[in-house]
């Protein structure tokens, strides 16, 4: 069989002429060519190429984590849009994230929003997975560290959930989010009341949120944010403000909600647990409430700005080893 280099010295050859000229004067030369290109294409080295050139797991890890923050970022930006509009008196209802989901779901196009926003979601969770069970951040084993593994699943739970929750409406959309919200938020907690000590079981998941929003209020006055983000310091250093601003106004709209959760723990009640977004309307409610809301909203929209920032400039590292026990 003829080599490339050999292809490439003769480009075309004629067959020699038989005795009787009539018999292949109509016939087409022999050509190198085509021959060399069906054995470039069938060369067993052509495959081998093309896997060299896929992307590694790496890198697909990576992008998988960027599109992730992206998605989240999309979710508390329409949170606190929606916020700030009923602070506003433009909309009846602040909702939450799922709310928030409901509502994007009735626009143009809701639908294909949807499907990538689901997608986005997915990827954010299996980078939770990667950050919590197989340490990605390099955290460590430290108690502190497996404290931080630990927020991080619950994290990747609370967006699974999410996510789950965008596909259901790829086939049912939602004729008003806000109360589907309430709705499905005082069923999960009437199923936990069936159960053994369920009243307690309550409170305790009402702590729990309220720990998450105390949580996250510190971390906005005490963390580094800078430390996990490849940028220049100029860019940090405009970044670094939103960041205390979304994670303290994320950690405070939670607090209602955690309120409201402990005190259906405590009369053992389900019509008393609300949602997210009730919570904020909770705000709005109390004096000077349309301030306080439209300020809650506007750093709401920061923590999804910065979950942007995070999608384009984070360091995201695969894990070195697949393994959870190392």
């Known amino acids: 069989m003829p080599s490339r280099e050999r292809c490439a010295d003769k ?25 060399c ?19 590694s797991t790496d890198s697909l890890l990576e992008g998988a984590a960027r599109v992730g923050y992206g998605a989240r970022g999309f979710v508390y930006l329409s949170v606190g849009l929606i916020a700030l509009m009923a602070a506003m008196d433009w909309m009846s209802d602040a909702v939450g994230t799922s709310g928030a989901v409901g509502w994007l779901a009735q626009q143009q196009f809701g639908r294909v929003w949807l499907v990538l926003l689901g997608v986005g979601l997915w990827a954010f969770v299996l980078w939770r997975v990667l950050q919590s069970v197989f340490d990605a951040d390099r955290e460590g084993t ?12 619950m994290s990747g739970l609370v967006y699974g959930l999410l ?53 996250n209020m510190v971390r906005g006055f005490r963390s580094d944010f800078s430390s996990d983000l490849a940028c220049s310091a100029d860019i940090c250093r405009r970044v670094v403000p939103v960041a205390r601003a979304g994670y303290v106004a994320r950690g405070f709209a939670l607090l209602p909600l955690a309120l409201f959760v402990i005190i259906a723990g ?14 904020l309307d909770a705000l709005e409610r109390q004096p000077g409430g349309s301030i306080i809301l439209s300020l809650t909203a506007i750093g709401l929209m920061a923590f999804g700005a910065f979950a942007f920032v995070e999608a384009r400039y984070r360091r ?9 026990l190392n």
Do not use: C, H, T
């Open 11 to 35: 480009p075309e050859v004629a067959l020699p002429q038989a005795d009787n000229p009539a018999v292949f004067d109509q016939a087409e030369p022999y050509r190198l060519p085509r021959i």
């Open 37 to 55: 290109s069906l054995v470039s294409i069938l060369s067993p080295s052509r495959p081998r190429r093309l896997i060299r050139n896929l992307p």
């Open 142 to 153: 430290s108690l502190k560290a497996w404290g931080m593994r630990a927020g991080q699943a």
């Open 163 to 215: 996510a789950a929750s965008v596909f259901e409406l790829l086939d049912e959309v939602k004729a008003n989010p806000a109360a589907e919200d309430i709705a499905e938020n005082q069923q999960k907690a009437a199923a936990l009341l069936d159960m053994p000590f369920g009243d307690w079981l309550l409170i305790g998941v009402g702590l729990i949120v309220a720990g998450v929003g105390i949580g």
């Open 266 to 279: 405590f009369r053992a009640s389900a019509a008393e647990v609300s949602s997210f977004g009730a919570g």
């Open 316 to 324: 995201i590292r695969a894990p070195k080893d697949l393994n959870p």
